[in-house]
């Protein structure tokens, strides 16, 4: 264990910016998502590869307590950019 106020490590400084880098990487999603709609041929292609290929249809069921369902991937897509919940899975 490093000591309070020590310099990351290497791996540490690695860990760190992995972290935020894909939260970056989410955000800018959400930003073309809030742009462009989930009709868009980048974020349809986003939207493919979270799901193995293929979008969703119908409802759709989440792990968030409070709002288990939504009506369409899309609008499930567009709560998680809303409230910056990024990685909240189907």
């Not at 499930?76 to 990685?87: E, P």
């Amino acid at each position: 264990a490093q000591q309070p106020g020590t310099p990351l490590s290497d791996e540490e400084y690695s860990q760190f910016f992995r972290f935020l880098q894909t939260a970056r990487r989410a955000n800018t999603a959400c930003l073309l998502r809030m742009l462009y709609g989930c009709q868009y041929p980048l974020v349809q292609r986003l939207d493919e590869y979270e799901n193995h290929g293929v979008i969703p249809e119908g409802p759709v069921c989440s792990e968030l307590p409070k709002s288990p369902i939504f009506p369409d991937f899309c609008t499930f897509s567009f709560y998680r950019c809303t409230k910056k919940k990024y990685f909240i899975k189907v």
